[in-house]
T-cell receptor, first 109, second 114 residues
Framework: GQNIDQPTEMTATEGAIVQINCTYQTSGFNGLFWYQQHAGEAPTFLSY??LDGLEEKGRFSSFLSRSKGYSYLLLKELQMKDSASYLC??????????WGAGTKLIIKP | DAMVIQNPRYQVTQFGKPVTLSCSQT?????MYWYQQKSSQAPKLLFH???????NEADTPDNFQSRRPNTSFCFLDIRSPGLGDAAMYLC?????????????FGPGTRLTVL
């Protein structure tokens, strides 16, 4: 079967750095997405990786290792508004998007 | 601004009473999706349209139906809602469903079944 694993919940301090990991086992790979979802709201797109390496976009960076089936989202200079769930999703060989359950990130002052 | 709009934002229905949720988009995207998401769970794809072609997920109950009368609009019909159908229903669109094509989500409709 296809599977996306993410930690259920993480806690970090305002101003700090946090890394949210995602491991995947899918039939084929056509890219990996990270979305942010605030409580009660819709997911919003953060990043897309299809090649190995780090993609940086402001305070957020996303890393991919296809050989390891692994990605992480790195959030720097954490702000209270970053409190949200972060969902990892992988596009498989049939171009279906397989979603993880998300990591709830709690930011403390 | 181009966007995905869902109405209503909150819907309350009674057990067994049909309900329709609507989605519209101004992005002129080819693909429209309906997801069901329960608390702390991954979004679950119910079905999607590529233009007029309807694609039903194998495990989507028959109780759920969809219509896409034109490019801009898509509807989700729940024929006989059960208590287990209470969830957030998310509509999303994408230009295509390949590669880097990103899905853009509407704000969702939260369905309560009494």
């Amino acid at each position: 079967g296809q599977n996306i694993d993410q930690p259920t919940e993480m806690t970090a301090t305002e101003g700090a750095i946090v890394q949210i990991n995602c491991t995947y086992q899918t039939s084929g790979f056509n890219g990996l997405f990270w979305y942010q979802q605030h409580a009660g709201e819709a997911p919003t797109f953060l990043s897309y990786n299809v090649l190995d390496g780090l993609e940086e976009k402001g305070r957020f960076s996303s890393f991919l290792s296809r050989s390891k089936g692994y990605s992480y989202l790195l959030l720097k200079e954490l702000q209270m508004k970053d409190s949200a769930s972060y969902l990892c999703a992988v596009r498989d060989s049939n171009y279906q998007l397989i979603w993880g359950a998300g990591t709830k990130l709690i930011i403390k002052p | 601004d181009a966007m995905v709009i869902q109405n209503p934002r909150y819907q309350v229905t009674q057990f067994g009473k049909p309900v329709t949720l609507s989605c519209s988009q101004t992005l002129n995207h080819n693909v429209m999706y309906w997801y069901q998401q329960k608390s702390s769970q991954a979004p679950k794809l119910l079905f999607h349209y590529y233009d007029k072609d309807f694609n039903n997920e194998a495990d989507t109950p028959d109780n759920f139906q969809s219509r896409r009368p034109n490019t801009s609009f898509c509807f989700l019909d729940i024929r006989s809602p059960g208590l287990g159908d209470a969830a957030m229903y998310l509509c999303a669109t994408s230009r295509d469903n390949r590669g880097a094509d990103t899905q853009y989500f509407g704000p969702g409709t939260r369905l309560t079944v009494l």
